[in-house]
C-alpha cells in the first residue's frame, strides 16, 4: 500500500543554522510533491511545489529536493528562525488533485 | 489568512448526535476538499468536490456525508456521532488540477 514516512521525532535545531527535514514514500509515482507548514491548531498553509521532472527548487530560504530514484524528498530551511517553528508536511499528488499528506515532523529552533 | 472560511470554530455535542460543518471556498476556487486530523492520524483525505460534483473520495465514514451547492459552498455532515471522531476538520479549496491547496482555520469537534 501507499506509504509516507516522515520523521516522527521532532528535529531541534539553533538559530542561524540549516534544518533539513525528509519525507520518504513507497508505492507512489506521484507527479508533484508539495510541502505545507503548520502552526498548532491552525490549517496547514502552503509552501512549495516540485514536479517529478525538477530535482530542486527554491523560494527565499526554503530549497526543495526531489528524487524519484530514491523516492525522497528534503526540505531545508537556511538561517532558520525561531518564527520557523512549526510541523512540516509533504503531500504527495495522489490523482484528481487530491493529496494524501505525511504526518509531520515538529521543527523547534531555538535563540 | 487563506480565504477560506469554515464555522463553526468550534462544535462540542454528544455521541450518537449528528451535525454539519460547513466551508466557504476561496473566491473563484471551483475545489473543495474536507480532510480530518486527529493527533494520531495526521490529517487523513475525507473527499473532493469540484464544481458541485463529487470528484474523489478517500477514508471517509458512510456515516459522513458531504455536498457542494451552486454557490461552491460545501458542508460536511456527521452522524451518528462516536467518541472517536473527535478531530479537527478542514476544509481546503483550490482552483484547478495540480493547484496548490489552501486551508480554512478549521473546525475543532468534540463528542462527549
Known amino acids: 500500500s501507499q506509504k509516507i514516512e516522515q520523521n516522527s521525532e521532532a528535529l531541534n535545531i539553533q538559530e542561524g543554522k540549516t534544518a533539513t527535514l525528509t519525507c520518504n514514500y513507497t508505492n507512489y509515482s506521484p507527479a508533484y510533491l508539495q510541502w505545507y507548514r503548520q502552526d498548532p491548531g491552525r490549517g496547514p498553509v502552503f509552501l512549495l511545489l516540485i514536479r517529478e521532472n525538477e530535482k530542486e527548487k527554491r523560494k527565499e530560504r526554503l530549497k526543495v529536493t526531489f528524487d524519484t530514484t530514491l523516492k525522497q524528498s528534503l526540505f531545508h530551511i537556511t538561517a532558520s528562525q525561531p518564527a520557523d517553528s512549526a510541523t512540516y508536511l509533504c503531500a504527495l499528488d495522489s490523482g484528481y488533485s487530491t493529496l494524501t499528506f505525511g504526518k509531520g515532523t515538529m521543527l523547534l529552533v531555538s535563540p | 489568512d487563506s480565504g477560506v472560511t469554515q464555522t463553526p470554530k468550534h462544535l462540542i455535542t454528544a455521541t450518537g448526535q449528528r451535525v454539519t460543518l460547513r466551508c466557504s471556498p476561496r473566491?473563484?476556487?471551483?475545489?473543495v476538499y474536507w480532510y480530518q486530523q486527529s493527533l494520531d492520524q495526521g490529517l487523513q483525505f475525507l473527499i473532493q468536490y469540484y464544481n458541485g460534483e463529487e470528484r474523489a473520495k478517500g477514508n471517509i465514514l458512510e456515516r459522513f456525508s458531504a455536498q457542494q451547492f451552486p454557490d461552491l459552498h460545501s458542508e460536511l455532515n456527521l452522524s451518528s456521532l462516536e467518541l472517536g471522531d473527535s478531530a479537527l476538520y478542514f476544509c481546503a479549496s483550490s482552483g484547478g488540477i495540480t493547484d496548490t491547496q489552501y486551508f480554512g482555520p478549521g473546525t475543532r469537534l468534540t463528542v462527549l
Open positions: 473566491s473563484g476556487d471551483l475545489s
